[in-house]
């Protein structure tokens, strides 16, 4: 069942447009995360969902209803911001019974409701403290708290975390995470952060300029991008991409060359009807040692990164151009190493040069 469906949205600021007419069906309990670079519309298009942007154009159906002309008030919707919006002179418990006031809702009812949303979020032991008295992780439990006790049928998370240091926002995703499972309510989830949008998500949007580049599950989107940009914007560290030429080869096959030099193996086992300049992408753990004479990239070793569980080297191929490569946890290398790779023809990603979109 569709909870939320948005249809040819657009918004527009004068003559600049700044979302293109997007088509996106959200579900009953699905958890949606929007992500994108700085000003690509996912924070904007969060805003018209909840009513605090005006929608240029398209239909916005929350529940059954258009609400495009409603007030965020009528939307049953809650949203939960950036910087936690809680008022200093008031208590935790007073915060989160707020909105119930406001709607008139009767005192036993908001009793009841405030006092479920601490234990699900452990915060009873604060409740008559006021925000300037709590750490930012326990503001934004308030802040969860305060939309939790609303029981709406959708909930807005615009970066809920980035005011919070490392540590903190593992702890937070996790909770919206258990949240989330224990409430199976329709959430929409704003975020710049990939881990946040791989580790929350049920599905993706990715957003480019105000339009969508691909709707999907987290995986599918880091194994099969739809586009160059996704490849790039999904994953970290990001996906190796260099330019290349396809040379068409006996049945359909085809060589991989680079700087005119014709990558070894490649044109044994790719196979695409695609020909002339093209894009490819290897990821960092798609990349292995190999003798020099096998090798597609060779090059010093100028940075090593180890981070425990992974470790991350990267190899100066050219100037200007770097590889990274995922190396074995307790790989012995050290800066300035000689470093042979090559890429295996099943992981290898395809982007035409002119539209970026994928190649099969």
């Known amino acids: 069942m569709t909870a939320i469906a948005l249809r040819q949205i657009r918004k527009t600021y004068g003559s600049l447009q700044v979302i293109h007419d997007l088509d996106i069906d959200i579900a009953s309990g699905e958890f949606l995360v929007l992500v994108g670079p700085s000003g690509c519309g996912k924070s904007t298009l969060l805003r018209m969902i909840a009513g605090l942007e005006e929608i240029s154009g398209g239909v916005l159906d929350i529940g059954g209803r258009v609400v495009n002309a409603l007030p965020p008030s009528d939307r049953d919707i809650a949203m939960v911001f950036q910087d936690y919006a809680l008022y200093p002179h008031m208590s935790v418990r007073e915060n989160m019974a707020f909105g119930l006031k ?195 990239f060779s090059g010093q070793l100028a940075v090593v990164e180890r981070l425990g569980s992974q470790t991350f080297g990267y190899v100066e191929i050219g100037e200007s151009r770097m590889l990274t490569v995922e190396f074995p946890q307790d790989a012995g290398i050290r800066v300035g190493d000689e470093i042979h790779v090559r890429g295996r023809a099943e992981t290898l990603h395809l982007f035409d040069d002119a539209t970026g979109l994928r190649l099969e």
């Open 102 to 296: 406001m709607r008139g809702t009767d005192g036993a009812t908001i009793e009841r409701r405030v006092t479920k949303a601490a234990e699900i979020l452990k915060i009873q032991s604060f409740l008559e403290r006021r925000p300037a008295q709590l750490s930012g992780g326990q503001r934004q439990r308030v802040a969860m708290g305060r939309a939790i006790v609303r029981e709406p049928s959708a909930f807005l998370f615009d970066e809920p975390l980035s005011n919070l240091d490392a540590a903190l926002r593992v702890e937070m995703r996790l909770e919206i995470a258990k949240l989330h499972n224990r409430m199976k309510a329709t959430t929409v989830y704003v975020t710049h952060d990939q881990v946040e949008a791989m580790t929350l998500a049920d599905r993706i949007v990715v957003l480019n300029a105000g339009r969508i580049e691909q709707i999907g599950p987290p995986l599918e989107l880091y194994h099969h991008p739809a586009s160059l940009f996704v490849a790039r914007f999904i994953g970290s560290p990001t996906m190796n991409t260099m330019e290349v030429v396809l040379a068409g080869g006996d049945a359909g096959r085809v060589t991989l060359s680079r700087n005119g030099r014709a990558l070894p193996g490649a044109g044994c086992t790719l196979s695409t009807p695609a020909t002339g300049a093209a894009t490819l992408g290897v990821r960092p753990e798609d990349l292995e040692g190999c003798a020099p004479e096998e090798a597609w």
